[in-house]
């Protein structure tokens, strides 16, 4: 990677629904050359894929909780039943297996409201079979939410 490619990578991370000629005229390519580097960043798995992102308020999605939980058992059978159920709930918006907590897991989960939080936590996360301890905070404002990866750490060639 180079400097070029850094500069494709962040451009892509601020706007990916630049076409690929503004994206070329942005880094200092030709329209040709730019693609093929964006295509090999997508075949090397830099690029996985590109999303739109929402505003979770306009989509009445108000409540963010933050969910700890622990495991009864700590195999390998147990885990990968919890993180089969989890990715079948689309309140589920990212689930970390966590270590240096007292959880084994933490979930960042959004719903409409405290209601529909407590018929979630309720009717789908306690019935989670091996699920022994849930604690949940709740996010009061969002101070830093981004999805950029930083970037400056690169080895550049």
């Not at 990677?1 to 390519?29: F, H, S, W, Y």
């Not at 999605?61 to 495991?71: D, P, S």
Request: hydrophobic content about 40%; aromatic content about 4%.
């Amino acid at each position: 990677m180079d400097k070029i490619d850094r500069r494709i990578l962040a451009a892509l991370q601020a706007d990916g629904n630049i076409t690929n000629l503004e994206l070329a005229d942005k880094v200092g390519l030709s329209p040709s050359p730019c693609a093929r580097r964006v295509k090999q960043l997508e075949e090397a798995g830099v690029i996985g894929r590109t999303v739109t992102l929402l505003n979770p308020s306009k989509l009445n999605l108000k409540l963010t909780a933050i969910i700890h939980i622990n495991m009864d058992r700590h195999t390998p059978e147990r885990f990968e039943e919890f993180e089969r159920t989890v990715t079948e709930f689309p309140e589920v918006v990212e689930c970390l297996l966590v270590t240096g907590q007292s959880a084994d897991y933490q979930l960042r989960v959004r719903v409409p409201d405290m209601e529909e939080y407590q018929a979630f936590l309720l009717n789908k996360i306690t019935r989670i079979e091996g699920v022994t301890d849930v604690h949940s905070s709740f996010i009061m404002r969002e101070v830093v939410s981004k999805t950029e990866m930083p970037l400056n750490h690169m080895i550049l060639s």
